[in-house]
């Protein structure tokens, strides 16, 4: 079985910083991509970052593009994001997800695993 945990997570004033960590483990596997989405309350699930392994090549949401960084570790399937320039509209539960069918990035149903979430809260 796969787990992955994610950590990181908290309270913030706007213009501040939080690092998003999440770790794999159980079962070893092979991930082309891993991801972070978000969820505000209220709201459906969104595409934040995604990083494909081979290449290096990362994807972002118009809406953290300049402010996040997605950063990982291929071989320990542990992927990172690093937020700067917190806004209130950024609190979310934030997600991370692993694909391993090597399909698309951008889309939920592109992932095959999913971690619990870990609360950002960004206060104004």
């Known amino acids: 079985q796969v787990q992955l945990v994610e950590s990181g997570g908290g309270s913030v004033q706007a213009g501040g910083s939080l690092r998003l960590s999440c770790a794999a483990s159980?079962?070893?596997?092979?991930?082309?991509?891993m991801a972070w989405f978000r969820q505000a309350a209220g709201k459906e699930r969104e595409f934040v970052a995604a990083?494909?392994?081979?290449?290096?090549?990362?994807h972002y949401a118009d809406f953290v593009k300049g402010r996040f960084t997605i950063s990982g570790d291929n071989a320990k399937n542990t992927v990172y994001l690093q937020m700067n320039n917190l806004k209130p509209e950024d609190t979310a539960a934030y997600y991370c997800?692993?694909?391993?069918?090597?399909?698309?990035?951008?889309?939920?149903?592109?992932?095959?695993?999913w971690g619990q979430g870990t609360q950002v809260t960004v206060s104004s």
């Open positions: 997800a692993a694909n391993i069918r090597g399909r698309g990035m951008t889309l939920m149903n592109d992932y095959d695993y």
């Open positions: 159980g079962r070893t596997f092979a991930s082309f991509a």
């Open positions: 990083i494909k392994w081979s290449g290096g090549i990362n």
